[in-house]
């Protein structure tokens, strides 16, 4: 691992009542300058409402199952399998926007 990974790939997902996962071709490019390297951390930041979201695979559901990331709270995800297992969608309300960064 560098000392200090790059933030290399960037994305918005809109989240609504349908679980959301985080971009496979974002986290584990298979062209580009990031395709043989392996993400080390995950930015997720949210807003406009807050998020269930789980790290394991469990399907979150909104406002019963899952850790709950407040709107405007930010929190990084390590490692790739991490990535991979993300499942997110809105604890309740409107939907929201998640922006992920990732850092390779």
């Known amino acids: 691992m560098p000392d200090y990974p790059d933030p290399c790939q960037f994305e918005m997902l809109t989240v609504t009542n349908a ?12 062209s580009g300058a990031s395709a043989s390297h392996q993400v080390f951390h995950t930015l997720i930041s949210v807003d406009g409402a807050d998020l269930r979201y789980t790290l394991d695979g469990t399907t979150p559901v909104g406002g019963s199952v899952g850790h709950v990331l407040t709107n405007g709270d930010s929190m990084i995800i390590n490692g790739k399998e991490a990535a991979m297992m993300f499942k997110g969608i809105r604890n309740a309300g409107t939907p929201l926007l998640l922006a992920a960064t990732y850092f390779f």
């Open 19 to 30: 679980v959301k996962t985080l971009t496979a071709a974002k986290y584990q490019p298979v």
